[in-house]
């Protein structure tokens, strides 16, 4: 878990295929290994960035979340292989969200596993 409060988090976010399965693997910017989550502390962009070992052509999509009205994240946008999820930490809690990434192999959508974003109270 990376805890934050810089204006910007970055994370890779690399995908492979094993026995046939994606497999999601996260590091931070120097390659050292993650769990995707995030710790907030103030305002900031939390950006992955899509490294797509495949073959199958991935691109994200958007972000899917399970709890999409609760305020922790405020908007989310992509180029296909940046997305980028605007905190503006006026909420303190958690939501866990799962990437949406298409694919040039069939028209199916692949779910990433759920990394979560902790927004933690100003201290």
């Known amino acids: 878990m990376s805890n934050t409060q810089n204006t910007t988090t970055f994370f890779n976010l690399t995908v ?3 026995n046939g399965e994606p497999f999601f693997s996260y590091t931070n ?19 992955y960035q899509l490294i797509d070992q495949t073959g ?7 972000a899917a979340f399970m709890t999409p009205f609760d ?9 296909g292989s940046l997305i980028h999820l605007t905190d503006l930490d006026e909420v ?10 298409s694919n040039t192999s069939n028209t199916l959508l692949v ?5 979560e974003v902790i927004n933690r109270e100003h201290n």
Do not use: M, R, Y
């Not at 305020?71 to 180029?79: E, P």
């Not at 779910?111 to 990394?115: A, E, G, I, N």
């Open 71 to 79: 305020g922790i994240i405020d908007a989310v946008s992509t180029d």
């Open 56 to 62: 199958k052509g991935l691109k994200f999509v958007g």
């Open 16 to 18: 492979t295929l094993e």
């Open 92 to 101: 303190s809690g958690n939501t866990q969200f799962q990437f949406v990434l």
């Open 29 to 47: 910017h120097d390659g050292t290994p993650k769990s995707g989550d995030v710790i907030i502390t103030k305002n900031c962009t939390i950006t």
């Open 111 to 115: 779910l990433s596993p759920d990394p």
